[in-house]
């Protein structure tokens, strides 16, 4: 998605060679006009699909979520809780995943009154990187009976093997700007 | 707020005397059917404040907060962050915040790069309760030198009086549905 290519490479910052830091419009300070863009990207890549949830997990993939969404006929979104709440189910679907940006491992919960046998769901994420979190949806997904239809990611980092992960559990992974390699400070698209 | 009142109504749960669960349509499952009509009337209520920038925290804020700003012309969202993570910036504006849901005190973060002292900031969240929370986005903006120009609120729980420490702060509060008392598992509303 040239757009998105373009930000990145306009207002990415490049920190050692494994992090891009994008919180100036993707995941601290967002950006609703490119967010649109990138949920028609993810309509036209997934219409095939039918999707009838969309699912993704707290924080950074909740805003891009909810406006993809309306690009699917509004059908609902869902979070993976990554912190216990008091105000969250008990009879939850859960898996480990291991946070590259936070070095260290937790879980995530959805309540299962949420996704079931029925539904067909895309999920949706800011990063893929080792793929841990992107395992863990549809790890959840697949719990539920539901189908996991497909992957949206913003941003693949193509050289930290998440890719290889996901298209072993056969199910579509589409990224919007794929980057392989990210040496001397300078972010290389495929 | 009628619409939003009806499906409180129909699909909330309480809890207690103190806790209403949303999480079928707010806060874990969300209807953005439902975000836009409460964008709609976030709009109505602030568009004489001339509003530059969206303020929320992670991470119930999020998907209410992005859905909204296209109601104001696709401004920025911002989200306080709540946890620490490698990829935020060193120099942030930061408040203490007290969670009733999680029952434990933490600090929230927002980095210096994204409000200033020419923007004028509407805070926009889930739940009003004691107030802890939107108390601290008053002070991070107001640290910035931006304008608080006001504070949406989807649902506010009047008993736990967090209106009298806004309006203490002078800042315009709307909340679109209030609810005065949760005796016996029945919502009341003001």
Redesign the interface.
């Known amino acids: 998605m040239e757009l998105l290519k373009k930000r990145i490479l306009q207002d990415g910052i490049v ?1 050692g060679n494994r ?1 891009l ?1 994008v ?2 419009f993707l ?7 490119l ?2 863009e990138m949920g028609k990207e993810f309509r036209n890549r997934f219409k095939h699909k039918n999707i009838t949830k969309i699912l993704t997990v ?2 950074s993939g ?2 891009i ?3 993809a ?2 690009h699917f006929d ?6 993976a ?1 990554k ?7 008990k009879d939850t679907y859960e898996a480990e995943v291991y946070s590259f ?3 260290k491992t937790y879980k995530i919960r ?2 299962k ?2 996704i079931n046998n029925e539904d067909r769901v895309l999920i949706i994420d800011d990063f893929l990187a080792s793929g841990s979190a992107a395992l863990g949806l549809i790890d959840i997904v697949r719990q539920s009976g539901a189908e996991a239809s497909g992957i949206g990611i913003v941003i693949e980092k193509s050289f930290q093997g998440g890719r290889k992960m996901i298209e072993e559990c056969g199910v579509e992974l589409q990224s919007l700007a794929i980057i392989d390699s990210m040496e001397n400070n300078t972010v290389n698209f495929k």
């Open positions: 920190i992090i830091k919180d100036s995941n601290h300070q967002m950006d609703i006009n967010f649109n707290e924080a909740i805003g979520a909810c406006i969404a309306q509004n059908i609902p979104v869902i979070f809780k912190y216990n709440a008091t105000n969250l189910d940006t936070k070095e959805v309540s009154k949420y």
